[in-house]
């Protein structure tokens, strides 16, 4: 049991510990939950885990009726009175039952996007102008499956403008949401879904680590492609002073260029796959997201794309001399950075634009409320910072010549 389930197992027992148990029956239903509850979290790795394990699970009914009984008991109550006022508990009225889904309609008709969501539980409180009768309604209700209409309407509602405002191309985030969306889409009930959600699970892990893998491949190969150029600019620079060691720094460049290509082979890859991979092209000139949700990002010379393909397929690849690497003439120029006046410029025109197309966008009408539903789901924020933590560390510093 690791700390974490450890605080969590000894938070759910101490508040026992605050009782005083006489009752021997009570004692003994008390004494087998904790031991299925210790059973349950030795086999648990995480909170996360528990948390989708633990609660409405059979074993947290048991402890919130033993919490029931034990507190009632503590106010001066017998067991047989317990067991009187079960007996005596009435069944709600179907408008009762119909009323404990007010909140969350108020909830999702104020946020004003959630139209679909909206519907169902207007259709839920229709079915009071249809019976009275609380166990047809409910009929009607499970036959019309108006809850679970609920459940997936809601999400859909949810996710369908945070996945139109994604980058449809960064399959790390944008893959997984639309797989869920698909099972939310073409299920018919909570465990038909709870089924091919824990399925997607293993796909949606792959999914991303396969992407991440084939960015990380990529911008190996365009950081030591840009620290090979730059040693080929100041060779060219400095031609009049061209030295034995300036020539040794481009082979040192040029072969460690060469195995970070020939490391493809570890994954089953080569050049061409990376390349024709148009998820991957963006990474060969990113410098920075746009929009907030980085479905527009900020990029060098789309050109450089094209240079950097020639350099591995005509300087790396082949094995050919130094020599014919020098003399060789470039089909495509690798165009440095505009100046940073000229950028800020371009920035602020192409951030323009970018506003203008997003402010038709469900996703940025409804910001404030969107933005924190899509942390919930996929993190947008986190992804943000994730592609700038990777503009600064292999990007930033290898523009410089």
Not at 100 to 117: E, S, W
Not at 284 to 306: A, M
């Amino acid at each position: 049991m690791n700390k974490d389930i450890q605080n969590i197992y000894k938070s759910f027992i101490s508040v026992f510990n605050t009782y005083e148990i006489s009752d021997e029956s009570l004692k003994k239903e008390l004494k087998k939950w904790k031991k299925d509850f210790k059973d349950f979290s030795e086999n648990i790795n995480d909170s996360v885990d528990f948390n989708n394990e633990y609660w409405g699970s059979e074993l947290d009914e048991r402890h919130s009726n033993l919490l029931n009984k034990i507190a009632t008991i503590s106010l001066g109550y017998s067991m047989e009175d317990i067991s009187k006022i079960n007996e005596e508990a009435t069944l709600p009225t179907l408008e009762e039952f119909v009323e404990q889904y007010r909140a969350g309609y108020n909830k999702i008709k104020k946020a004003a996007y959630r139209k679909n969501g909206e519907l169902v539980y207007e259709q839920l409180f229709h079915v009071l102008k249809r019976t009275n009768d609380v166990f047809e309604g409910q009929i009607i209700i499970e036959k019309e499956k108006l809850r679970w209409k609920i459940v997936k309407e809601d999400f859909l509602d949810v996710s369908k403008p945070i996945l139109e405002a994604m980058d449809p191309l960064f399959h790390s985030t944008y893959t997984p949401l639309s797989m869920d969306m698909n099972v939310y889409e073409n299920v018919e009930s909570e465990e038909e879904l709870n089924y091919y959600l824990e399925i997607n699970k293993v796909k949606k892990i792959k999914s991303s680590q396969d992407h991440f893998i084939k960015i990380g491949l990529i911008l190996l190969i365009q950081h030591y492609t840009l620290k090979y150029l730059r040693e080929k600019e100041n060779l060219y620079r400095n031609l009049n002073k061209i030295s034995k060691n300036t020539i040794k720094k481009l082979i040192i460049e040029r072969n460690a260029l060469k195995r970070a290509v020939n490391s493809l082979q570890d994954f089953n890859l080569t050049i061409n796959d990376l390349f024709n991979d148009e998820s991957l092209k963006i990474w060969l000139i990113f410098k920075q997201t746009i929009d907030l949700s980085g479905k527009f990002k900020f990029v060098n010379n789309p050109k450089n794309y094209l240079s950097i393909y020639e350099i591995l397929t005509k300087e790396i690849i082949p094995d050919i001399p130094i020599y014919e690497v020098l003399l060789r003439t470039p089909e495509n120029i690798f165009y440095p950075p505009l100046n940073y006046l000229k950028e800020e410029k371009y920035f602020y025109n192409a951030k323009k634009k970018v506003n203008k197309i997003n402010s038709k966008l469900t996703y940025y009408k409804y910001n404030v409320n969107l933005h924190f539903e899509s942390e919930n789901h996929i993190n947008l924020g986190n992804l943000i910072n994730y592609m700038n933590f990777l503009r600064i560390n292999y990007f930033k510093n290898y523009y410089d010549f």
